[in-house]
């Protein structure tokens, strides 16, 4: 009798690259706990510094930081 093609799939060796990844960040829970705390940080960082970027390109012209030599006391 044939195997269903669900029976098969699951019969079948994984790939060694998810093994590396589950055994490496996912097996124990300390281990994923520290993988998504520190791809939160990491993620958290990346986002900010995006969107400080795009604010100011968006408000060039507009912010101190851009006109503030305009305003320069001589002395």
């Keep these: 009798m044939p195997q269903p093609a ?3 799939s699951r019969l079948a060796p994984e790939p060694a690259f998810s093994r590396f990844v589950y055994n ?3 097996k124990r829970s300390s281990s994923y706990m520290f ?4 791809v939160a940080t990491v ?3 990346g986002y ?3 969107m400080n970027y795009y604010w100011d390109m968006c ?3 507009k912010l101190w930081v851009h006109i503030k030599d305009n305003y320069k006391e001589e002395e």
């Design 35 to 38: 993988t998504v705390i520190s």
């Design 43 to 45: 993620v958290g960082i």
């Design 6 to 8: 669900w029976v098969k």
């Design 48 to 50: 900010d510094y995006a």
């Design 24 to 26: 490496t960040f996912f």
């Design 59 to 61: 408000n060039k012209g």
